[in-house]
């Protein structure tokens, strides 16, 4: 059976997905994803979870709310107002802007592909 | 872990689940955590009020967007609480019904103006907004977790709500002055939203030591002074005389703190004004509303919703 791995770098960190490994069990899973994932990567923790408890949203469900025009909901739609007097607020914004761009690129090659 | 420890290693993101921590510190973290989801919820419930208010449809649609991040917050911060292992979401939930749960002052007044949105919307959020950018550095790494999320929303709502406050006080005459008036009534509200002054805050100490904390009130109340009244200012609101603002030495501002009603504070935070009893109220009634909903998303996790367990 196949075991995802999530690795977390150092404390406070988010566990990320290293890859997967082949075991019978979580005992040797864990055991073959610290030999395989750990051995030489910085490692604080690592999640292993069977393969078939993970559920999956594919790229064309994750984008459903994405078709439509929902600027109302960005930071960067207010463009009247002045962000820079909070650092908060202004780094929200750049975030903001920052994920909007990666979704216009994705929707732009999409368009390129149809 | 002993308490000692804990105070020696405190630091941003530095604990977790997989860390033995002591009773003291869960404790702490858990009524620190659940009363900032309480707040999302209660703030959510409040502003959804204002999405009927709304003069125009892009404020409208705003405004759901923002309700809707709000109770997103809620069930973030639930699971981050959860993951100190002193109380279930449903607990939390249960208390926050039965008028046991705490939250945010200025959550117990109830609105029923348009005029009040940007002093919640763009005052109020903003200052939360100061607070949890200072929490993505708090020692329990679910809650900086969720912080970092729910920091990269809030920009949008405090930007929309001073875009309120701007297009309002570009208003009529009379639409400026019931502006300012409304103003007036919040302000005060808005200075207690920070809480007392180090000296009488009780939580404020251990909070800080074990790094739940990493700026005290006070702080984070003059921070919030230097950037906001500027911006109130901008917009053209008057700074009411009382509460009385001083500068200090150093040039920053801050409020003279007789000058509040903390009576009036303390009953709010014992659940025990007239509002209180009303917002609680009336989210209890939609929890026990929708109580078919979970009631049935139960019944069917307990049938036939698991996926077949992996064999270990």
């Not at chain 1, 750990?38 to 459903?64: C, H």
């Not at chain 1, 107002?81 to 607020?89: G, N, P, T, Y």
């Not at chain 2, 200075?191 to 030591?209: I, K, M």
Request: aromatic content about 10%.
């Amino acid at each position: 059976m196949i075991w995802e791995v999530f690795r977390q770098e150092a404390p406070g960190d988010y566990h990320e997905h290293v890859g997967n490994v082949h075991a019978p069990d979580r005992e040797m899973a864990k055991l073959f994803a610290r030999i395989q994932h750990a051995r030489r990567m910085q490692t604080n923790s690592l999640w292993v979870t069977p393969r078939e408890e993970i559920g999956e949203v594919s790229a064309e469900d994750a984008a459903f709310d994405g078709r439509t025009d929902k600027s109302y909901r960005w930071a960067m739609t207010y463009n009247e107002i002045d962000a820079s007097f909070a650092e908060e607020v202004a780094d929200s914004e750049s975030e903001q802007r920052e994920a909007a761009r990666k979704r216009r690129e994705a929707l732009r090659d999409e368009g390129n592909e149809a | 872990m002993d308490l000692e420890t804990v105070r020696k290693r405190a630091g941003p993101r530095e604990f977790g689940p997989a860390d033995d921590m002591p009773e003291r510190y869960r404790t702490a973290a858990t009524r620190m955590i659940q009363f900032h989801a309480n707040s999302e919820v209660m703030g959510g419930y409040l502003d959804k009020t204002f999405t009927r208010k709304a003069p125009s449809l892009d404020r409208k649609l705003a405004n759901t967007a923002k309700v809707q991040d709000e109770i997103g917050h809620a069930q973030l911060l639930y699971r981050a609480a959860e993951t100190l292992g002193v109380k279930t979401r449903a607990e939390m939930l249960e208390e926050l019904a039965n008028g046991d749960g705490k939250f945010l002052n200025c959550f117990h007044y109830p609105v029923d103006s348009w005029y009040e949105a940007p002093m919640i919307d763009f005052f109020v959020d903003g200052g939360a907004m100061r607070r949890q950018a200072t929490l993505k550095s708090t020692s329990w790494t679910p809650y900086a977790h969720a912080m970092d999320k729910i920091c990269f929303e809030e920009g949008f709502h405090v930007k929309h709500g001073e875009s309120i406050l701007r297009e309002l006080m570009n208003g009529s005459k009379a639409t400026q002055e019931r502006t300012q008036e409304t103003f007036d009534e919040w302000w005060p509200r808005i200075l207690q939203f920070f809480g007392p002054t180090n000296d009488e805050s009780v939580h404020d100490d251990f909070g800080r030591a074990v790094g739940l904390k990493t700026v005290t009130n006070d702080e984070l109340r003059n921070s919030f002074l230097n950037m906001y009244i500027p911006k109130a200012e901008k917009h053209g609101l008057e700074i009411p005389e009382y509460p009385r603002i001083y500068e200090r030495d150093d040039g920053t501002m801050a409020v003279r703190e007789d000058d509040l009603d903390w009576d009036e504070f303390r009953t709010i935070s014992r659940n025990e004004y007239e509002g209180s009893h009303e917002q609680i109220g009336s989210r209890r009634r939609r929890q026990e509303a929708v109580d078919w909903v979970r009631k049935s998303l139960d019944s069917w996790e307990s049938s036939a919703g698991t996926t077949p367990r992996a064999a270990d």
